[in-house]
């Protein structure tokens, strides 16, 4: 009975893995969303965003997921966060599970939510 569109919308777009001011992303409990375009790449709880986004701005983080069909640019990947433990009193891994479920996220493992 969750809405995905209803946390989207919380969501802030923090900019592309090449500009983003690790400053302003927060030392809190979140989800972070990793998007090409309009596409989902990846989508996850994370108990602390600044050291996740940190570690996605590092060179060798993408590459374990480049292959001879897709390499990442981290010009056009983009990152959002939502900052917090719950979301309309529901606990963010019930929404993280939504997200992956609607999402479909390219290296997230298939889930049922």
């Given at each position: ?11 802030s ?64 990947l ?24 609607e ?5 997230n ?5």
């Amino acid at each position: 009975s969750l809405k995905a569109p209803s946390i989207q919308k919380m969501f802030s777009d923090i900019g592309t893995i090449h500009n983003i001011d690790i400053s302003s992303v927060p030392s809190a409990e979140g989800i972070i969303e990793l998007l090409e375009a309009d596409r989902h790449l990846y989508i996850s709880r994370i108990t602390d965003l600044h050291a996740s986004v940190e570690q996605i701005q590092s060179p060798s983080s993408l590459a374990f997921m480049a292959n001879d069909f897709w390499r990442p640019n981290p010009d056009t990947l983009s990152i959002r966060i939502f900052q917090g433990d719950k979301y309309l009193k529901v606990p963010i891994r019930q929404w993280q599970l939504k997200l992956i479920s609607e999402n479909k996220p390219v290296f997230n493992y298939p889930i049922a939510a």
